[in-house]
């Protein structure tokens, strides 16, 4: 049966760190061509953006204000992130990735949204970064971590945050294996052509990153909502809204489904 992995989970999970960041490199610069610049209308806000969905709004309100703030955005990729953090007021941005295609748009978009004086764009993977010790507030990362060797990044990541410092990932979770079967195997909107590293996380793996900080907690986002993929792809819609409503009455009743959930939501202080 024909997937998108370029190399499989197996063996994706004891590739040497260089091999793995040259996969990713290749994988995630081959996405520029498909890139459009970023347009902020002027009705955008922050609130807006956290709002849009319930594992946004969960990662930034844990991560609170940041106005002022020194935050890492790791992992960066094409998202819009980095520049949203400089226009929410963060005195700077940090934006890591390990594709040099995807930090070119960054700073790109930096420099068309008048920012690039507090974003800073920087090739590197999560498990050596060349930045220095206790020097952020707040770290972010989306789709980030279940690509990484999670005990040598958990500690790279420790190293650059202040004490007291939180920090807040998205990811996919692994837990379900219907999910992980189509994730490899079938056909939906939005799917990405190809897989490198991707190792959706287990709540184990959240344990195991956790280690390495004071606090953590995690917890599933995406339970009924995942049906909206289906049919309207990764965007929000007006059914993927309507089913984050039914996810939140139906986890807080049922806790245990947390475990076939899309997404898990790991936030973590020093």
């Known amino acids: 049966m024909k997937t998108n992995r370029v190399v499989s989970r197996e063996h994706a999970a004891v590739m040497a760190l260089e091999s793995r960041i040259e996969l990713e490199r290749q994988i995630t610069d081959d996405k520029a061509k498909k890139i459009q610049p ?44 980095p520049i949203y953090l400089a226009l929410a007021g963060a005195k700077e941005v940090w934006a890591c990735d390990v594709s040099p295609n995807a930090i070119a748009y960054v700073r790109q978009q930096a420099e068309r949204h008048g920012v690039s004086d507090r974003v800073h764009a920087v090739v590197c993977p999560a498990e050596q970064m060349p930045l220095e010790d206790e020097m952020f507030d707040l770290v972010h990362g989306e789709a980030v971590l279940h690509h990484l060797d999670l005990d040598r990044a958990g500690a790279e990541i420790a190293r650059v945050m202040k004490p007291g410092a939180r920090a807040a990932f998205k990811d996919p979770l692994g837990q379900n294996l219907l999910l992980e079967f189509a994730r490899d195997y079938l056909p939906y909107r939005g799917k990405n052509a190809a897989k490198g590293t991707d190792r959706p996380l287990r709540f184990p793996d959240a344990e195991t990153f956790g280690r390495h900080f004071s606090y953590c907690r995690y917890r599933g986002f995406g339970l009924t909502s995942m049906a909206a993929v289906a049919i309207y792809g990764r965007h929000e819609s007006w059914l993927s809204q309507a089913l984050h409503r039914v996810d939140g009455a139906v986890l807080r009743g049922a806790p245990f489904l947390h475990y076939l959930c899309r997404f898990i939501v790991t936030l973590v202080e020093k």
């Open 38 to 81: 970023l347009e902020i209308g002027p009705d955008w806000s922050f609130d807006r953006f956290r709002n849009r969905s319930p594992w946004r709004r969960e990662t930034f309100n844990f991560l609170g204000c940041f106005e002022g703030k020194t935050v890492l955005d790791l992992g960066c990729g094409y998202f819009p992130t």
